[in-house]
């Protein structure tokens, strides 16, 4: 298996950062971006130095990935895993269920690699690492997200950080996808949604937020008439309450997941997908393994065309061919939201489409999937607040005049908002999203945006390219060129490299020139 360039690098740093006595090293690589891959061949040759290595996963779906992985590699393993057919703790490479290795005897190991590592402050995690810490065994993380679920960083964790590639430049190199974004033009209304403590919106209140937009059937109407129409899918519609159409009957058949936002929400998706002829299914935490194994093998073989889901196909689960994903669950964690559109990001060449439903304001809230995103050990993940950027406030769903939250009636035309938990009339209608239509450099801070810019003057410095090729990407971003009257000033080191490549250039035009008129004198001497 041949390795891609970024993922060599991508070990060449993790090395580099071991030799200078690092114990704990965090590896970002964006989703759809090849971690196992990588980090499978970084056990095979440390078990062709004699080295012994375990792989720590939450889930079955990574414990067998990895073991499929291992096993195209010529790694020979073992597996702990309750009740599984490949336990030999002889062997010298061990693919380990974090739920069982923490209930059982210490297995020592040279290197130890965690997947999923925003997962790694656990407690079960912890215990496991105390006994590596102690025998000061190499720890390395694999994410593509590295921050905690509630938004605090990995440093009490990790020595240090290898990040080598952006989302933009896997796109960039055809090695993932960048979906076709739409999303709504009203979106949902969470001035009443609380805030647990893990930072997030309150999971019960969510489904209250998006019930009207679940019960009027748009991400069905949406679905079928955006993917259904790329696909040439034929629907009957029927008119609905008011001006709406009502999907009665349709033959799209993108395979797609939705992400609820609780699983009564899901299972009022899932019927109303099912009652227009669209074989459709719902997962959660509870879902029997098998039944739930059955499921994701039915939408991976066609048989099922739509599954919906609460928490399960957040990560550890990929189906490259998958061609929309239905954003219904609003979120305050950038993380999360790229652990969910990531899942759509990855090329092949059975998927036809590629298309974000973004029902739950995602984009807007957080930047499309490709954006540069500032990672740190130390500083907790930026998140909105509400009422950020002014007063707090919504829109009227009647004249779209925007009023004070908590406003029972419009001021401007007498609108009433439905009572708490009641359902809103209105319809919505998912437009495409892109740079041009949402003015992203309006919507991400300053700080943000010098940070990415900063990000971008290192890569264009470190790998050589033309200074201008920094600005262009972060006109393709942004929307607008990186100026001083954007509020982007240029970083120094940019400045100073700028200046040598101008100076380069300079004198090789004066060379070529220097060059052509001796040519010319040689050549003109008679005439």
Known sequence: ????????????????????????????????????????????????KGKRCIFLAHRKELISQCSRTLSSLGVDHGVIKSGSKKANLKKPVQVASVQTLVRRDHWPA??????????????TYQKIAERYREENSVILGLTATPYRMDGKPLGEMYDSMVEVISTQELVDEDFLVAPKVFGSKNPPDLSAVEVGSQGDYKRDQLGEAMSSTVLHGE?????????GDALGSETLWANGPGERKKVVETKCDATTVIFAPNVKTSLEIVSQFEAAGVKAAHV??????????????DLSSGALSVVSNVDILTEGWDLPHLECVIGARPTRSKSLYKQMGGRLMRPDDKKRIAV??????????????????????????ARPRKGEGGPPVKQCPECESLQPLGTKECGSCGYAWPARGGVEVREESLVELDAKKVKRAQ??????RQQ???????????????????????????????????????????MSYEREKKKALLEKIMSEAALSSDKKRQGGGVG
């Open 443 to 448: 919507l991400v801070p300053q700080s943000e």
């Open 219 to 227: 991400l069905l109407s949406n679905w079928t008439r955006i993917c």
């Open 110 to 123: 040279d290197l130890v690699i965690i997947d999923e590592a925003h997962r790694s402050m656990a407690s």
């Open 284 to 297: 959660d935490g509870n879902t029997d393994a098998s039944v739930r194994a059955k499921i994701l093998e």
């Open 452 to 494: 990415a810019f900063a990000k971008l003057a290192t890569r264009c410095v470190e790998r050589k390219y033309k200074p201008n090729w920094a600005r262009v990407q972060y006109m393709k971003i942004y929307g607008e060129w990186p100026s001083a009257k954007s509020g982007i000033s240029m970083p120094r080191f940019f």
């Open 1 to 48: 298996m041949r390795l891609r360039d970024y993922q060599e690098k991508a070990i060449a740093a993790v090395r580099q950062e071991i030799s200078q006595g690092r114990r704990a090293v965090l590896l970002v690589i964006a989703t759809g971006g090849g971690k196992t891959v990588t980090s499978s061949s970084i056990i095979r040759s440390a078990v062709a």
């Open 356 to 381: 974000l439903l973004d029902h739950a304001n995602w984009t807007r809230t957080h930047g499309f999937l490709e954006e540069p995103t500032v990672h740190s050990l130390a500083i907790p993940e």
